[in-house]
T-cell receptor, first 115, second 114 residues
């Protein structure tokens, strides 16, 4: 079974530039999450999708972050414009159903450095 | 007060010893609890989950839950150098109503030295 795919693996940009991350969840997983993990901290949920609908985006900085999952499969997270404090690893995770956390799997993440 | 708090590290234990990792949570209604292991530069991987008070054992790992004290712990017996990693405690804050959203602690770095 293929895992959660993310790209790119690394990204370096200057502040005020824009950046986009891509995620393809495990086949058949209806629930998709984007987490932000700042160095030395635990992951923090940014947004949760159920199929192509947003379930929770309460911690997403909507003035600069946006995410979509148009066809209920892969997803894109965008930052525009980036700030220094956005430097982090962006993790995508998926599970078959909301609440099925014992079947939650993470992708390898995208490490973003904002200079 | 942080929602999920882990004992401050780093924790260093000798090979073969028991490593004890602790976590407290603030939401008394929390129903499910998870321990993830994260190697440096890698993504978190689930190693244990527990829903009921008491102990749950899986190989060298034991998770312990005390809902009255809002406390969950992970014991690693016969620690190996390969266990050296950051251990993340995660909580489903509101049970079935939270749509599976996990809140993570800040992690505890464990080093097992030969």
């Amino acid at each position: 079974e293929a895992g959660v795919a993310q790209s790119p693996r690394y990204k370096i940009i200057e502040k005020r530039q824009s950046v986009a991350f891509w995620c393809n969840p495990i086949s058949g997983h209806a629930t998709l999450y984007w987490y932000q993990q700042i160095l030395g901290q635990g992951p923090k949920l940014l947004i949760q999708f159920q199929n192509n609908g947003v379930v929770d985006d309460s911690q997403l900085p909507k003035d600069r972050f946006s995410a979509e999952r148009l066809k209920g499969v892969d997803s894109t997270l965008k930052i525009q414009p980036a700030k220094l404090e956005d430097s982090a690893v962006y993790l995508c995770a998926s599970s078959p159903l909301p609440g099925a956390n014992e079947k939650l799997f993470f992708g390898s993440g995208t490490q973003l450095s904002v200079l | 007060q942080k929602e999920v708090e882990q004992n401050s590290g780093p924790l260093s234990v000798p090979e073969g010893a028991i490593a004890s990792l602790n976590c407290t949570y603030s939401d008394r209604g929390s129903q499910s609890f998870f321990w993830y292991r994260q190697y440096s530069g890698k993504s978190p991987e689930l190693i244990m989950f527990i829903y009921s008070n008491g102990d749950k054992e899986d190989g060298r790992f034991t998770a312990q839950l005390n809902k009255a004290s809002q406390y969950v712990s992970l014991l690693i017996r016969d620690s190996q150098p390969s266990d050296s990693a950051t251990y993340l405690c995660a909580v489903d804050p509101a049970g079935g109503t939270s749509y599976g959203k996990l809140t993570f602690g800040q992690g505890t770095i464990l080093t097992v030295h030969p």
